[in-house]
């Protein structure tokens, strides 16, 4: 059965409420596919890598970038829903060919993203089981990656374990962070008045929450749940304020306990910072439990990676659409595999936000033009004010994009 008959039999029993009201179970859903997908190994080790660098400025980064998510976000999910389609065939009604090219950029960047996930399971499985290796442990979850996904029940599963893993970080990160005792003032300080500036951080933030393939995973997901149109906007657009939110509230919680462990002057482990980091913080038993909440959201990012990238990829040729769920099965594979072969899981982890921060003004300008094209969305009114947001961040993802590129490459 294809990924989309799955999520049409999963779904079929909620469609017709959803489009009436407030479907709390499917919106939450789509909430957490989005949020874990922004909240996993990724997100982990690259706030844990710049809290080590920027220190208590950090801050600054993190409230820019949850800006820019917020607004991203609102403009992505409200155009898809109103439109009823997936991003790129708006894309391809708007300019014929622009969403091949943009179904192939993002499903490039979930292909790098998903390497970075492989990599965080990888790590996870090290840390809970020492004997083996980052790379055997990223073999191993890709086995349980696809077992998982084939499941006759997998998207109410993965939404199932997606919310249960979401509130096993949420409970990790917590403990460290009242055990760790963070310096508060100083962080509200420099999150106005930072010390220290990195571009390169706030690109490789956003990318990793609403860059790429990200910010589409749960706008899709409510496309093929049949949550569309302009009757859907209200619950839109509090599932798409709620999945940054989340995934914000947790990204200033470990920020905080990680410069808690940095403020104190200890050095984390390279090979594995966020796990070093609870381990300074909760002793062995942090150590292990954080591998496995590491583990668990590596696994889901996995799953929702490989999902909405192939749902990209469906726009380029009939054959992906008959057989998505062969090719969602082999995009795990060939991720593991390209990972297998580099290695260095902690450097790709963090290079993988700064990939997908590239794709975001491309994407995000195309549905912002298509807001207002009635061929498209109809008698719908985009608010202007979303609109010059909208352009504002696409402006300055753009800019900076390009200026963390040249630096990347010549300084």
Known sequence: MSSEKVISAANSAVTPK???????????GAVFLMATSAVGPGFLTQTTVFTQTLGASFAFVILISILLDIGAQLNIWRVIVVARKRAQ??????????????AAAVALGGLAFNIGNIAGAGLGVNVLFPDISPIGGAALSAVIAVALFVMKDATRMMDRFTILMGGALILMIV?????????????????VAPEKLDIISIVTL????????????????????????????????????????????????????????????????????????FQHAAGAVGYKLFGLVLWAAAITSVIGAAYTSVSFLK???????????????????????IFCSI?????????????????LPVTLGTMLVAAHKSKIVGDYKHPIILSAIGWIITIMMALMSLYSLYKMLFM
Do not use: C
């Not at 959803?18 to 939450?28: D, E």
């Not at 790429?212 to 496309?223: D, K, N």
């Not at 009939?318 to 593991?336: D, K, L, M, N, Y």
């Open 89 to 102: 065939d708006i894309a391809n009604d708007l300019v014929p060919g622009l969403g091949i090219a943009i």
């Open 315 to 337: 726009t380029l040729h009939p054959t992906i659409e008959r057989h998505s769920q062969g090719v969602t099965i082999a995009f795990i594979v060939i991720s593991t595999f």
């Open 18 to 28: 959803a489009q009436g009201g407030f479907n709390w179970s499917l919106i939450m």
């Open 175 to 191: 403990y460290v962070l009242f055990s760790t005792q963070p310096p508060y003032a100083q962080a509200a300080y420099h999150a």
């Open 206 to 277: 956003v990318g990793g929450t609403v860059g790429g393939y990200i910010t589409f995973a749960g706008a899709h997901r409510l496309v093929d749940a049949g949550v569309v149109g302009k009757e859907s906007l209200p619950q839109v657009t509090r599932g798409s304020i709620s999945a940054i939110s989340v995934a914000s509230v947790v990204r200033i919680m470990l920020f905080l306990a990680a410069l808690g462990v940095v403020s104190q002057g200890i050095t984390l482990d390279p090979s594995n910072p966020p796990a070093s980091m």
């Open 343 to 359: 290695g260095k899981p902690v450097m790709l982890l963090v290079l993988v936000g700064a990939i997908n921060g590239f794709i």
